[in-house]
């Protein structure tokens, strides 16, 4: 299994694909440089999950969404996923698990560094909630590419919709992925603890949704590759 999500990662992005985990790094040198120059106020707990990880870490999974299938279409190389036994998901699936886990690893590294050089936060509650945000723009990248049969045109709609989270905050209602508990205002202890179950589990089905959709959708092997 290790080897096979290794080489997936290999097809996503390269001999090179470890070093994706640290292109968000750029964003939080950005941060930085704006802090120095007195261009940007210091952040505060609440902004660690979204602002200072969350973006450039859904932006990464965006880019990654968008190759997992639609990829292969660019490629030229799906019908040889077609070929594989026992179905081209199991091509999809690693691709996606690795996916996933480079993901994952930009997450702690972002949230490592935001937490030693910009604001302390609640570690799990945020790490969680940055990982949710990031694995849905992942598989939404992948859903829309797999949708639209272009990598460019997924990524391109995903980030989009990361855009539109950014601009016009959402982070407060229980119905975003990008839901952060610290930026909900009135809420006691009981009522942001039935927030956070109802956002987590929903999230993590809509999620697993959309995974067997686009799976389903990449399966139709005379649909994908139709003119």
């Known amino acids: 299994m290790i080897t096979i999500i290794r080489l997936s990662a ?23 440089l704006l802090l120095i120059a007195n261009l940007q106020r210091s952040f505060e707990p609440v902004a660690a999950q979204n602002t200072l990880i969350g ?9 990654l969404g968008g190759r997992i299938i639609a990829g292969e279409l660019d490629q030229r190389t799906i ?5 594989v036994p026992g179905g081209a998901y ?37 790490l969680y909630g940055t990982a949710q945000g990031a694995l849905f723009s992942l598989v939404a990248a992948m859903g829309l590419s797999t949708l639209f049969r272009s990598e460019t045109a997924g990524a391109i709609a ?16 229980r119905v975003s992925p ?31 949704a959309i995974v067997a959709l686009t799976f389903a959708r990449a399966e139709r092997r005379e649909k994908m590759l139709s003119a």
């Not at 290999?10 to 930085?32: D, E, F, I, K, T």
């Not at 019908?79 to 070929?83: S, V």
């Not at 994952?104 to 050089?117: D, G, R, Y």
């Open 178 to 208: 990008f839901w952060n508990p610290l930026a909900v205002e009135e809420a006691d202890a009981d009522q942001l603890l039935a927030m956070a179950v109802q956002n987590r589990i929903g999230i993590a089905l809509v999620i697993a």
């Open 90 to 126: 199991h091509v999809w699936f690693g691709k996606l698990a690795a996916a996933a886990l480079l993901v994952l690893a930009s997450v702690a590294l972002t949230a490592a560094l935001t937490f030693a050089f910009f604001t302390p936060f609640p570690i799990l509650q945020t």
């Open 10 to 32: 290999v097809l996503l992005a390269g001999q090179r694909y470890r070093l994706l985990s640290l292109l968000p790094l750029l964003w939080l040198a950005g941060q930085a």
């Open 158 to 173: 995903a980030t989009a919709v990361l855009g539109l989270n950014v601009r016009f905050p959402t982070t407060h209602l």
């Open 55 to 63: 973006v450039p870490v859904a932006v990464l999974a965006a880019f």
């Open 79 to 83: 019908e040889i996923a077609y070929t």
